[in-house]
Nanobody
Framework: QVQLVESGGGSVQTGGSVRLSCVASEYSYSSRCMAWFRQAPGKEREGVGMIYIASGRTYYADSAKGRFAISRDHAENTVSLQMNSLKPEDTAMYYC????????????????????????WGQGTQVTVSS
């Protein structure tokens, strides 16, 4: 089973930038899609963005569009999340997820941000944005 390890979290001021990385232990069919989720205290885990590795197609939450960008590095089995113009409401534990299994016939755009479709998760990395 693929293992995921996140890194790059930390504390930053409003308007700052952070780059998170997620390294997969191997590139396999399980890691064909890799997503970022986040969870703030007392809130449900929510999708931030997802990349389909083979095509590079990306999906983003409305809160992330225009500020966050997901990229992939095939050689390093790594997916990164570049976060710019950070706001205090971006403060959360950020998780990398993979091993997606989506129902057939439903657009990925309607599914990528649902936690139940991912079977492998990293341990998370904390991002704190201060005002």
């Amino acid at each position: 089973q693929v293992q995921l390890v996140e890194s790059g979290g930390g504390s930053v001021q409003t308007g700052g930038s952070v780059r998170l990385s997620c390294v997969a232990s191997e590139y396999s069919y399980s890691s064909r899609c890799m997503a970022w989720f986040r969870q703030a205290p007392g809130k449900e885990r929510e999708g931030v963005g997802m990349i389909y590795i083979a095509s590079g197609r990306t999906y983003y939450a409305d809160s992330a569009k225009g500020r966050f960008a997901i990229s992939r590095d095939h050689a390093e089995n790594t997916v990164s999340l570049q976060m710019n113009s950070l706001k205090p409401e971006d403060t959360a534990m950020y998780y990398c997820a993979s091993d997606c299994l989506f129902p057939i016939g439903i657009p990925y755009a309607d599914l990528w941000n649902k936690t139940q479709y991912y079977n492998t998760w990293g341990q998370g990395t904390q991002v704190t944005v201060s005002s």
